[in-house]
Structures are given as C-alpha cells and as structure tokens.
C-alpha cells in the first residue's frame, strides 16, 4: 500500500482525534479486549467463515474496522498472552510456550499488565476466563492489577480426560495419568477442585455473564474487561442452546456460541449507553490446532496453524469497534501486534507506560485514521520458543532457516482426536505478504537489499532477546515470576 498523505496531514488526523475524542472527557474510555483460543483466521464471518453464522461479529466488523495483517507474539498459549499485557516480547519476561500444572513460575510481579496501567487512572479491571500465566497464587490475575477474576488457570485439555473424553461414555472415570484434576478459580480460591464435561460446556456462558454483570455494575466509572475465552481450544464444548445448531459440527457449534457472548457484551454496552465510550478489541491468541482436523478452525489463505510462525500460526482475525471514533465498515491491513495494545491503550487514558522496557508502540493512527494515512514502518520479530524464527516489515517477511511442524498435506484428526504432525524444513525465504499471504512462493534472489535489511534486523532482536538457532545469549531478558 503506497503512503500517499504528507506528514502534516497525519499529524492533523492525531491531533484532530486528541482534541475531540474520549481521552479529554471527563472519563476516559473503558477497555475490553475478548481473546479466543485458538481460533483460525478464517473463523468469523468478517474473515471467511462457512457452514455457520456469525451476525455479532459480522455487525461489529460493519460498525467497526478490521486488522487483516495483526499478529501474536508466539503461536501458543501462555506466550501470546504474556505479549498481550505486558507490551513485551514474551522472551523479554521470560514466559514461553504454555505453562501446564506443574510449573512453578509464572509472569513477574515487576512486569506491569494492562490492568495495573488502567488502575492507575481509577479502572474497575476484571478477567473472566482462561488465565495461563502462571496458576500459583503470586501469579494469578488479582496479583497483576486486576479486582476480579473468574475463570481456568490454564488450558481447558490439561486435564485427566484429554483427549479420551471424546471416546468415552459420559459416566466414565478412566483417567489419564499425568494431569490432576482441571480447577476453576475465582478470585484467588479453587470454587471447584475437579471441573467435568457438564462445567466446560457451561464456560463460554459463565464468563459471558460474569462479563455482563462487571459492565452493569462499573457503567458509571471507567473499566477494563479482559475475557480470554477458554473455546474454541480442544476438547470442544458448548451448552445445550447451541448443541447441534451449525452445519459444521461441534466446531461450528462453538463458535456460534463465542458469536452470542460477543453480541450479549455490546448490547450490554449499549444498553448502558457506553458504545461511544468504549473501545473493544476481538482477537485471537494463535490459529488453529490443525491436527484435530474438524475440531479445529481454519487458517485459509495463511500457511500452516498453531506452533508455527507462518501466519497461519501467528496472524489472528481482528476487530475492533468503537462507534463515532474509529471508522465503521473499514479495514487496516498494516502490520501491528499485540504488543502494541499496551502503549496505545495507556496514550488512549493518558496513563504513563510501563517503567521497565516494552517492545510494543502506540498505534492509535491505526485505528482512528485512514488506512492510506502516513505511519512508519517496524520490523516485528517471530519467535518460536526460544528460536529467531522470521522478521516482518511492512509486506515483506524473512524466515531464518528452521523445523517446523506440519501435516504435509495428510489428513488430520477426526472428532477429538488428533494425529501427529512431521516435520519440514525452511531455508532463508522472503515472502511478499502483500501478494502471497500463503507463503508460498520464495523471492529472497529477487531482492537482496531487503534481505540484507532484515538479516539485521534479526541480529537485532537476538542480541537483545537470544536466538537459539544461532547460540545468541540475549543482553536483555527479564526473568519469570519464580515460587
């Protein structure tokens, strides 16, 4: 996309926002970010959609405006989330991969969140949902700025009965072994030691009525809303209002289910007449779990799926809404990350940044202003667990040779149950995302210069974060949270 208005007119467009827009009303406006779990590209209607309905989603998008090109931090679990709220890289905190029940650290109490940024401009915050960043009690969501949680401390299939509870009878106890019993948390209290098929199919429900109750009750102050859903996650499940409703299945069950919680929290926000105050973001934590065949989502047109850093891994459909502030029925197709909410969202209140580095930058251009507006370019860097993995800037992306995971074109698993993935190979490839969003087709001898450019961009990232794939000790990695 060619950059075509002057400085001048950009910097009009911010200031014109600043002057006019909530930040200098008397209440700032209130945050919600909802963040699925593995949930593909193509999964809600504004992205591609098919064999079921998404009319919430698809309203918002018209109301709102869509991010073709926003990426995670990494394609799995607890990494997305630590770059979600801290504005950090997630090797930078020292949170990678997914934690599961035996880990003993979790995100540092020195890390500042999103929640602990809104708290400094007097915000209710609140999480209702999937946590994983650390289940012990020093690193639950109430010990990083947030007043209420409700919710799991982590993902949904670390428990006893994964993935066997999609092959036994609903009275079975056989238990796999190495996993205790799935806990729901509220506050920092078990309320339930041992959650079972019948509570997961009631938590998209919960956490939507939690979310709706937190809103009706804080209409009258600012808020921040966090509701990272534990669906669409294997194993799937849904409640009885949307048990056999799609044309795809359980899959498509589900998230017609995840639609209704969104449209059940914008009509709750316009009901209270907040719409014009309230920024909401819909966004995913990675793509799809494509080993699980019709259990999971798609990716189309992007290569590959989660734990993977082609795109198909790590960009997540996006919208976000804000009636009267960003513009309805557009879209943005410039790269940004979840790193950037931090910086953008605390520009937004007026609250000051973290004290310690963050890698994420304010973005508001993107948001309130035309897309062919002037905004500079950054380099954003993919890691892959403690691997340099690919950069991207502007179309182009680089990949640094490495393994990866994939189906190589078998077929997947049916039904719950998965099956293993092989494993590829990729070499110095640069791909022109702007026209082969696929990763398909390597243009590194064609463009040297910006191959050359972006070689030092990575060396970069790893002097400052590491690289395992070249034995890089990075210079600037902050510890997790130990017990």
Not at 309 to 335: E, N
């Amino acid at each position: 996309m060619q950059i075509m208005f002057s400085t001048f007119r950009g910097a009009t467009v911010i200031f014109l926002f600043l002057i006019s827009g909530p930040i200098l009303a008397d209440r700032p406006p209130n945050i919600v970010i909802l963040f699925m779990d593995d949930m593909g590209y193509a999964d809600i209607g504004p992205f591609g959609a098919e064999g079921y309905k998404t009319p919430h989603l698809d309203q918002m998008a018209k109301e709102g405006r869509r991010f073709t090109d926003f990426y995670v931090t990494q394609a799995v679990c607890s990494s997305s989330r630590a770059g979600l709220l801290t504005g950090c890289y997630n090797q930078r905190v020292g949170i990678n991969g997914a934690l599961g029940p035996g880990a003993g650290h979790g995100l540092a109490e020195e890390e500042e969140t999103l929640a602990e940024i809104c708290k400094q401009k007097g915000y209710a915050t609140a999480c209702f949902g999937k946590w994983h960043l650390g289940h012990r009690k020093p690193f639950l969501p109430l010990q990083h700025g947030f007043d209420e949680y409700f919710g799991l401390p982590y993902s949904n299939d670390m428990w006893p009965l994964h993935p066997d509870y999609a092959k036994l009878p609903p009275d079975a106890v056989r238990r796999k072994s190495g996993y205790p019993d799935l806990p729901l948390i509220e506050g920092n209290e078990v309320i339930d030691p041992e959650v079972t098929g019948e509570d997961q199919a009631m938590l998209t429900t919960w956490y939507t009525e939690h979310a709706v109750d937190f809103i009706e009750r804080n209409k009258n102050r600012p808020f921040f809303l966090y509701v990272p859903q534990t669906m669409v996650h294997v194993p799937l499940f849904v409640s009885d209002k949307f048990k056999g409703k799609s044309d795809q299945g359980l899959f498509g069950d589900v998230m017609m289910e995840i639609d209704w919680s969104v449209g059940q929290i914008l009509d709750t926000i316009r009901k209270c007449k907040l719409e014009k105050e309230t920024l909401v973001i819909f966004t995913s934590d990675n793509g799809p779990w494509l080993s699980y065949g019709n259990h999971a989502g798609s990716a189309k047109p992007l290569r590959e799926g989660k734990a993977t850093m082609f795109d198909g891994g790590c960009r997540v459909p996006t919208v976000m809404w804000w009636p009267g502030t960003i513009p309805a029925d557009t879209s943005c197709d410039k790269p940004a990350m979840t790193i950037d909410l931090l910086p953008t969202i605390a520009h937004l209140i007026g609250a000051k940044l973290p004290q310690k580095k963050i890698d994420g930058r304010d973005i508001r251009p993107l948001l309130t202003s035309k897309p062919t507006d002037a905004f500079h370019e950054q380099t954003y860097a993919f890691y892959f667990l403690d691997e340099l993995q690919a950069v991207r800037r502007g179309k182009w992306k680089l990949h640094f040779p490495h393994r990866y995971r994939t189906l190589a074109g078998r077929e997947p698993g049916r039904d719950g149950m998965p099956v293993k993935y092989e494993f590829g190979d990729v070499g110095l490839e640069l791909f022109d995302m702007s026209t082969d969003p696929g990763e398909t087709k390597n243009v590194a001898a064609e463009h040297p210069k910006i191959v050359k450019q972006l070689q030092a961009d990575g060396q970069r990232f790893r002097e400052e974060l590491g690289d395992a794939l070249t034995k890089t000790e990075g210079k600037e990695l902050r510890p997790a949270g130990q017990l």
